[in-house]
Every structure is written in structure tokens, then in C-alpha cells.
């Protein structure tokens, strides 16, 4: 599948990790940035970010187990130990030993997995707007996974998301971002094309948003802070200040609970989807921080 990004097209590779067939961009030379999508999205969404960055380092950006092109056998395990392990498995595959880990929603939330229980797998954390604690799924966001989760109508519903008319009005109401301009054609045709395009993308799709009201699923970004508090390699937490989802207090008690944590950038008029919103803004916060430079400052409120 070939995935467009700024004037490049960016064409994914597979690797088998364990019965998984594992769809990732690899993408640029220079030291390697794992970067992980959220929920129910792919790694379409860091395509802006990735043109950014490729220059200068080498970015990795897996589609989650049960999203995007990356296929499983039925019934197989996509909770977020689970997809943890996966992640692992792939940079196992690559021979990345280290690499700098990006995470946003719910790969932020597999990022603090991999923080609290694998840190020596990470030179520096960064995660926005992520799932964490006990803040997921948010209540804007739990009428539409219920509404996905009914027998019959379930269905309907994400056939009608595969629309682009009804799914970019589905992004807007759900209030994915703070400007609705944002939502471009490229973007709902990407998204639809990722998880909603075919009757087996959606299955995959319902499946998956299931997973987001399983109580022992829930409970594992709680398990993790211990861990979390333990962590003390760099991190940056960046995070859209008008996100409804999971609003700037998350960011300020994630950056209280990681020792490692160096600053905190609030973005100004950004909701939850920042790297739609804010491509650039959020690459020179990335390219800063991984160049071990400090981030920029005078666009958010940076701390620390």
C-alpha cells in the first residue's frame, strides 16, 4: 500500500512478527524514531510528520494489530500488553536494539508500556495526548464506540463512516480537532482507506473499538505508572491544548509522575489529532528534542 505524504509517497513494508504480518513506513537515515499511532487511526496519521523528519532520522511507523494494513489470525490477542509485544517483536525484526519512542492516544499509551517495563529500549520518550491512567476512552468518544459495538446497526454505522461526507462530519462532531480545516479530503480518504474502506477493514475496525470498553484493557495504563515513575530517560510531553478528549491535565500529571520528564509544551488552538493540525509546529518540537537541542520555545508553555 502506498501512502501519501507531502511530495513523497510512502510505501509500506510487512514483517512477520510471531502469526502477526506487520504493515510499517520505514522511512530516512540517521537514528532511528518509533513512531506509534492511536485509536482507530494507522500510521497515515504521522505521513506530514514523517516528510519532516526523514531528512535527518530514521522513522518507523508501524500500523497497530488490528488496524491499518497489518493483519493477525482471527481471535488473536490486540490488547495492549499485546501490542506491546508486537511493537518489541518488530524492532527485534529491524535490528533496532534503542530508538526513540513517539506515541500518541492509544500509542502513547503502548509507549508508556514499553517505558515501564522495557526503558532500556528507549533513548527518549515523547507522548501526545495519550491515553493514560484511567482517561480512556473519553466521554465524547464513548457514544460513537457504543454506537459501533450494536448488533446490525453497529455495522451500518461504520459502513455509513466509510463515506467521506459522514465520516468527516463523524471527525467533527466527535471533535477530533479544534479546526474543522484540518479535515481535508486527503485526510478522511486516508483514514477511510486505513480502517473503513471494505467489509474486512471494518470488522477489524468494530473489533478493535470493542477493545476499548474492556475493563482489563482499561486498567493497564494504571498498572504501568509504578513503572512510569520510575523512568527517568528524557521526555517530552507535548500536548493540544484544546483537546476534549483528554484535556492539558493529563500532560501536567504525566509530567509530574516520569522523573525523566524535561518539559511540557502546551499548543494553543491544537486539539487531540496535533499532527493533522500542527505538522510542522510539532516536527521542529520533535526535531529539537531529538537532536538533544532544547525544544523551541514561545509557542507553547514550556516547562522544566
Given at each position: 500500500m502506498v501512502v501519501g505524504a507531502g511530495e513523497q509517497a510512502l510505501t509500506k513494508r510487512y514483517a512477520r512478527v510471531g502469526e502477526a504480518r506487520v504493515a510499517y513506513l520505514d522511512v530516512g537515515q540517521g537514528p532511528p524514531v518509533l513512531l506509534l499511532h492511536g485509536c482507530p487511526f494507522s500510521s497515515f496519521v504521522w505521513r506530514m510528520v514523517i516528510d519532516r523528519l526523514s531528512a535527518r532520522y530514521r522513522c518507523?511507523?508501524?500500523d497497530l494489530l488490528g488496524l491499518g494494513d497489518t493483519e493477525t489470525p482471527a481471535g488473536a490477542d490486540w490488547s495492549l500488553p499485546a501490542q506491546a509485544a508486537a511493537v518489541l517483536g518488530l524492532l527485534d525484526v529491524l535490528g533496532l536494539d534503542e530508538v526513540a519512542v513517539v506515541g500518541h492516544d492509544q500509542g502513547g499509551a503502548i509507549a508508556q508500556l514499553l517505558a515501564a517495563y522495557h526503558p532500556q529500549r528507549i533513548?527518549?520518550?515523547?507522548?501526545?495526548?495519550?491515553e493514560a491512567y484511567d482517561n480512556w476512552p473519553s466521554a465524547e468518544e464513548l457514544p460513537f464506540v457504543r454506537a459501533t459495538q450494536l448488533?446490525?446497526?453497529?455495522?451500518?454505522?461504520?459502513w455509513a463512516w466509510s463515506r467521506r461526507a459522514l465520516f468527516r462530519w463523524a471527525l467533527a462532531s466527535g471533535r477530533a480537532v479544534h479546526d474543522r480545516s484540518a479535515l481535508t479530503d486527503e485526510l478522511v480518504d486516508?483514514?477511510?482507506?486505513?480502517n473503513l474502506s471494505d467489509r474486512h477493514r471494518r470488522a477489524k475496525t468494530r473489533r478493535y473499538l470493542g477493545l476499548?470498553?474492556?475493563p482489563a484493557n482499561q486498567r493497564t495504563t494504571a498498572r504501568v505508572v509504578d513503572g512510569l515513575k520510575r523512568f527517568d530517560r528524557p521526555t517530552l510531553i507535548v500536548w493540544g491544548a484544546e483537546d476534549v478528549h483528554f484535556g492539558p491535565r493529563w500532560a501536567d500529571r504525566l509530567y509530574r509522575d516520569i522523573p525523566g520528564a524535561q518539559r511540557l509544551e502546551v499548543l494553543p488552538g491544537v486539539g487531540h489529532l496535533l499532527m493533522e493540525e500542527r505538522p510542522a509546529q510539532l516536527a521542529e518540537l520533535l526535531d529539537g528534542f531529538l537532536s538533544d537541542a532544547a525544544p523551541p520555545g514561545g509557542s507553547g508553555d514550556g516547562r522544566r
Open positions: 518507523v511507523a508501524p533513548t527518549r520518550l515523547v507522548l501526545a495526548d495519550a448488533p446490525v446497526l453497529g455495522r451500518l454505522v461504520l486516508g483514514y477511510i482507506a486505513a476499548q470498553l474492556d
